[in-house]
T-cell receptor, first 115, second 115 residues
Framework: GAVVSQHPSWVICKSGTSVKIECRSL??????MFWYRQFPKQSLMLMAT?????????EQGVEKDKFLINHASLTLSTLTVTSAHPEDSSFYIC???????????FGEGSWLTVV | AQSVTQLGSHVSVSEGALVLLRCNYS??????LFWYVQYPNQGLQLLLK??????LVKGINGFEAEFKKSETSFHLTKPSAHMSDAAEYFC?????????????FGSGTRLSIRP
C-alpha cells in the first residue's frame, strides 16, 4: 500500500534553534498534505493544509511564522519549527492525500523535544 | 463545518468480550467517517471508513462500524477483544468528496484489554 515517510523520527534541539521535519509520499503523488500536532494522551490537532506549489493554509491559532510549511513537489512537504521553545515539544504527524480526496495516508510521526 | 465527539476517553474490556467505542459526528454536508488506531509512539493506521453505500462497514482486525444518519453516530465494534487491540482509537470526519476536505479528529478513546 501507499507509504508516507517522515524524517526524522526523533529530534532534540536547543531552545532558539530551528528544526525541519520532512514528509514524503513514497509511491504516489500527493497534491495535498496535512500537518498535525499531538500532545501526549491527546488527539491530533490540524495545524495546516499544504498544497503543492502554493502557500499553506493554517488553522486558526497556529502561528504561520513559527511553523513554516513548504510543499515544493508532489512528494515532499516540510515543516520547519523556527526559534523552537520547550512548549513546541510535541509529536508531529503528517498525512498525504492521493487521487481519492478521502484516502489519506499518515506518516509515522516525528517526536520533537526542545531543551 | 465538521466535528466529532468520542464518548469515553478510556474503555476497558475483558479479553474475548465485545468492544464498543462510541462516536457521534456533526457535519453540514454528507460526511465521510473514519476510524483510526494508534499504537504507542506510532502514527495512525486506518481501520475502516464510510463514504457512501452500505452503512455497515467492515475493517481490518475484525472491526466494523455502522453509519446511522438518524443518530449521527458511527460506533466501532468488535465481537471479541484481543490483547493486541489495546491502543488509542480515533474517530474522524471529513466533509465528503472534495479535494478541500480536511479530516477532523475526535479526542480519542484508549482501549484497555483485561486478561
Amino acid at each position: 500500500g501507499a507509504v508516507v515517510s517522515q524524517h526524522p523520527s526523533w529530534v532534540i534541539c536547543k531552545s532558539g534553534t530551528s528544526v525541519k521535519i520532512e514528509c514524503r509520499s513514497l509511491d504516489f503523488q500527493a497534491t495535498t498534505m496535512f500537518w498535525y500536532r499531538q500532545f501526549p494522551k491527546q488527539s491530533l490537532m490540524l495545524m495546516a493544509t499544504s498544497n503543492e506549489g502554493s502557500k499553506a493554509t493554517y488553522e486558526q491559532g497556529v502561528e504561520k511564522d513559527k511553523f513554516l510549511i513548504n510543499h515544493a513537489s508532489l512528494t515532499l512537504s516540510t515543516l520547519t519549527v523556527t526559534s523552537a521553545h520547550p512548549e513546541d515539544s510535541s509529536f508531529y504527524i503528517c498525512s498525504a492525500r492521493d487521487w481519492d480526496p478521502n484516502t489519506i495516508y499518515f506518516g509515522e510521526g516525528s517526536w520533537l523535544t526542545v531543551v | 463545518a465538521q466535528s466529532v465527539t468520542q464518548l469515553g476517553s478510556h474503555v476497558s474490556v475483558s479479553e474475548g468480550a465485545l468492544v464498543l467505542l462510541r462516536c457521534n459526528y456533526s457535519s453540514s454536508v454528507p460526511p465521510y467517517l473514519f476510524w483510526y488506531v494508534q499504537y504507542p509512539n506510532q502514527g495512525l493506521q486506518l481501520l475502516l471508513k464510510y463514504t457512501t453505500g452500505a452503512t455497515l462497514v467492515k475493517g481490518i482486525n475484525g472491526f466494523e462500524a455502522e453509519f446511522k444518519k438518524s443518530e449521527t453516530s458511527f460506533h466501532l465494534t468488535k465481537p471479541s477483544a484481543h490483547m493486541s487491540d489495546a491502543a488509542e482509537y480515533f474517530c474522524a470526519v471529513s466533509g465528503g468528496y472534495s479535494s478541500a476536505s480536511k479530516i477532523i479528529f475526535g479526542s480519542g478513546t484508549r482501549l484497555s484489554i483485561r486478561p
